[in-house]
């Protein structure tokens, strides 16, 4: 007997599940994309995938993106008694929770400049990191649209002109690689609010975008992100060859967001599955296919 696994499930939780040629197809993808990471010079680590929320509060996200923020809280064991598991909600009320000191971040790059707070780095330091994000949305779409989701990141911290070489050299990459996954992207400006409002930074943002993302149809699967000296201030990541702020700046990969948008390009995944070993092989052959240049 033959059993057929779906691809994905539960797609109106906002929790998908994904089969066994799903799973391959992203396995390959961000063993792509961390390649790319190591072969320019990053440390591959592995984040929490749960931050204190004071740091995150620290970082400003609950003010620039409290309508993505999830946090995470323990029953409180005495007060569930009274006030226990709600079948016909489907949820634990507030009051049976303990207080919400943790937070399920957005993106995977919060961990790093949390990870790095207090030190010096190197003018020229990159890590990349592959972590679980969470976003509430209004609603929620296959691989489209999630509760939580897969980010793999390429993360820059140094001196300005290395933060925004990384960008400069990715943004080819990227589209180098699209190319040659015949998979057209238009590269928009974004106005993700990184900073305080009222702050010079916030105004210089007005001036000249810090983020641009990279869309499939209406869709963006990748973006590449400059932050100034915003998170080397506010968690003291300092520079070797200064004492001053380190810069920092991040390319992100959605790889569920680039699964959904190759099968759609590509017809199934055994044709996206092809078209990125394709791809991957005409790079590793040195030929241009997705090679771009090596910072």
């Known amino acids: ?31 792509t994309f961390e390649g790319w990471g190591v072969a320019a010079g990053a440390r591959p680590m592995t984040m929490p995938p749960l931050l204190p929320a004071a740091d995150l509060a620290r970082l400003d ?21 009274t006030t226990p598991f709600s079948a016909e909600t489907g949820c634990f009320p507030s009051e049976a929770l ?31 990191i592959c972590s679980w994000c969470f976003r509430k949305e209004t609603h ?11 980010m793999r990141e390429i993360v820059a911290l140094g001196g300005r002109e290395h933060a925004e070489d990384h960008l400069a050299a990715f943004t080819t990459r990227i589209q180098a690689f699209a190319e040659a996954l015949d998979l057209p992207l238009r590269r928009e400006a974004a106005c993700d609010p990184f900073f305080d409002k009222g702050s010079s930074k916030a105004v210089l943002q007005r001036l000249t975008p810090v983020k641009h993302e990279f869309l499939y149809e209406d869709l963006a699967i990748a973006s590449v992100n400059t932050h100034r000296n915003f998170f080397g201030e506010r968690c003291d990541i300092t520079l070797e060859s200064t004492d001053g702020p380190a810069f920092t700046s991040c ?8 699964l959904s948008a190759l099968t759609r390009r590509h017809g ?28």
């Open 1 to 31: 007997m033959t059993v057929t696994t779906p691809e994905t499930v539960g797609e109106t939780r906002g929790l998908p599940t994904l089969g066994p040629e799903a799973t391959r197809l992203l396995r390959l993808l961000d063993d």
């Open 61 to 81: 996200y609950y003010d620039n993106f409290p309508h993505q923020a999830v946090v995470a809280a323990p029953l409180d064991l005495e007060r569930r008694a």
């Open 98 to 128: 303990e207080p919400a000191a943790l937070g399920l971040p957005s993106a995977s790059c919060y961990a790093v400049y949390l990870t790095h707070q207090g030190t010096r780095v190197a003018d020229d330091t990159l890590v990349t």
């Open 140 to 150: 929620y779409e296959g691989m489209r649209r999630q509760l939580g989701f897969r």
């Open 251 to 258: 390319v992100a990969f959605g790889l569920e967001r680039w």
């Open 268 to 295: 199934g995944w055994e044709a996206a599955t092809r078209a990125v070993l394709d791809a991957t092989r005409g790079a590793s052959a040195g030929t241009s296919v997705a090679a771009g240049p090596v910072i």
